[in-house]
């Protein structure tokens, strides 16, 4: 059986869509004339062949009738689409499923799925971070203070509402640590404005406020940054804000004027979002460039939208 | 009084009130004031004085070794300040030694930080 279903497959292949009727008209010419086919071979061999071997079976045993009962089960459709995958298959296997286009298809998904789970890891980082201080339960950083901008003008933390804000404790008679990071605040601050835009507020809280009124303020942090907010208030609110932010400070509480003395305090960047929750606490080991980094993430991340985002402009 | 010690000096250091603190810090006068602090620091290194101000034996030998730029240091800087850096060149000091031990005895030195972007 084997043989003529080779050839078979052959006569399907070479016959097209229109096999059928043209096998049967093969068969009727190769019992009548020899040269009647002749007339229609076409330049295949194959076709030739198959038209050989054809006719040396009718001639040999049975009437047309008995070939074409044998013949047309090959050529029906359901057999012959079967045997058209099989050969399909024979051909795509020559080379394996692997192929230049497959290649590229699966480097350029593989490298996409990459690309973005390796985002989306990094944002719900981020996220927790941000999150991890929302909610019930949780300990609460920054919070509401009423204090004096350098210009004496009154502000709140409601005026930090609609911007993230970046806060420093610090005092102007801070010999190396506070000056230091100030001018990496300076850095952070025009990066993040550069990339992002104007969504983020400077704020530097003083822990001094005997010694660091509006005036000494305003000449202070102008050499630091002209956008650089600096908030004093008495003695008890400057208290209660670091207590709010969990700033640790040593300022003594009753200080005789032009007394020397240093104030000890916490000294990291918070982070804070346009509703006023703390994000994130930045400390002295992060470079500019990498506090930028930080922060750019973070205000990316914001999907609400800023509120009184006009306030400072 | 303050005002009036302090002020009509022509080199001498920043205006600074009767405490001894900096009447307006700005960045020279920090400036002139690190830049003090660096010489006296660069004498006592040179006379191996380590620490200035805790012991008597260590004020005594900066004052012998390092007295003119010591003043210069006081002039030029808050008198909390002064000490301040003092006390800091001591503590830096025994803290590069503790960590050169750690080192030498093939420890490793992972200073308590926040984790820097994209370390995992």
């Known amino acids: 059986m084997s043989a003529p279903r080779r050839l078979a497959i052959g006569a399907a292949r070479a016959a097209g869509n229109t096999a059928a009727p043209r096998n049967a008209r093969r068969t009727f010419a190769s019992q009548s004339s020899t040269s009647a086919s002749s007339s229609r071979v076409v330049s295949r061999r194959s076709t030739q062949c198959l038209r050989e071997a054809q006719n040396s079976i009718a001639g040999n045993s049975k009437p047309a009738n008995a070939l074409r009962g044998q013949s047309r089960p090959f050529t029906q459709s359901a057999s012959r689409?079967?045997?058209?995958?099989?050969?399909?298959?024979?051909?795509?296997?020559?080379?394996?499923?692997?192929?230049?286009?497959?290649?590229?298809?699966f480097l350029a998904?593989?490298?996409?799925?990459?690309?973005?789970?390796?985002?989306?890891?990094?944002?719900?980082?981020?996220?927790?971070?941000?999150?991890?201080?929302?909610?019930?339960?949780?300990?609460?950083?920054?919070?509401?203070?009423?204090?004096?901008?350098?210009?004496?003008?009154?502000?709140?933390?409601?005026d930090m509402l609609g911007k993230y804000s970046l806060v420093y404790f610090g005092f102007t008679?801070?010999?190396?640590?506070?000056?230091?990071?100030?001018?990496?605040?300076?850095?952070?601050?025009?990066?993040?404005?550069?990339?992002?835009?104007?969504?983020?507020?400077?704020?530097?809280?003083?822990?001094?406020?005997?010694?660091?009124?509006?005036?000494?303020?305003?000449?202070?942090?102008?050499?630091?940054?002209?956008?650089?907010?600096?908030?004093?208030?008495?003695?008890?609110?400057?208290k209660d804000t670091c207590k709010a932010y969990r700033v640790y400070f040593s300022t003594p509480s009753s200080v005789k004027p032009g007394e020397d003395y240093l104030v000890d305090h916490s000294i990291y960047f918070y982070l804070m979002d346009p509703e006023g929750d703390f994000v994130e606490a930045i400390g002295r080991n992060f470079t500019a460039d990498q506090a930028a980094r930080i922060m750019i993430d973070h205000i990316k991340d914001w999907e609400k939208p800023l509120k009184k985002e006009t306030r400072w402009e | 009084m303050g005002w009036f010690s302090s002020g009509p000096k022509d080199e001498g250091g920043p205006a600074k009130t009767s405490g001894g603190a900096f009447e307006s810090p700005t960045r020279s006068t920090r400036k002139?004031?690190?830049?003090?602090?660096?010489?006296?620091f660069d004498c006592l290194d040179k006379n191996n004085v380590l620490d200035s101000i805790n012991t008597k034996s260590g004020r005594e030998k900066a004052q012998t070794f390092c007295s003119q730029l010591d003043q210069e240091f006081?002039?030029?800087?808050?008198?909390?300040?002064?000490?301040?850096?003092?006390?800091?060149?001591?503590?830096?000091?025994?803290?590069?030694?503790?960590?050169?031990k750690i080192e030498a005895q093939g420890g490793e030195i992972t200073a308590p930080q926040l984790p820097l972007p994209g370390q995992k």
């Not at chain 1, 000449?219 to 650089?228: G, I, N, R, S, T």
């Open chain 2, 74 to 100: 006081e002039k030029n800087c808050a008198h909390s300040w002064v000490e301040y850096f003092k006390k800091q060149r001591v503590v830096n000091y025994q803290r590069e030694q503790t960590i050169k």
């Open chain 1, 173 to 238: 008679h801070c010999p190396d640590i506070c000056p230091d990071e100030l001018d990496k605040m300076a850095l952070m601050y025009d990066k993040v404005v550069a990339e992002c835009g104007t969504v983020l507020t400077p704020l530097m809280i003083t822990c001094d406020p005997a010694r660091d009124d509006p005036k000494v303020l305003k000449e202070y942090l102008k050499e630091f940054h002209p956008e650089f907010i600096g908030l004093t208030g008495d003695y008890n609110q400057i």
């Open chain 1, 109 to 158: 998904a593989g490298g996409g799925l990459y690309a973005y789970l390796t985002y989306e890891k990094e944002r719900m980082a981020r996220k927790r971070i941000a999150d991890q201080t929302k909610g019930i339960g949780k300990p609460k950083v920054g919070g509401p203070f009423e204090l004096m901008d350098q210009e004496g003008n009154k502000f709140t933390s409601n």
């Open chain 1, 81 to 105: 689409s079967k045997l058209k995958t099989i050969d399909q298959i024979r051909a795509r296997n020559k080379g394996g499923p692997f192929n230049l286009t497959a290649a590229i298809l």
């Open chain 2, 32 to 40: 002139q004031c690190y830049a003090a602090r660096d010489a006296f």
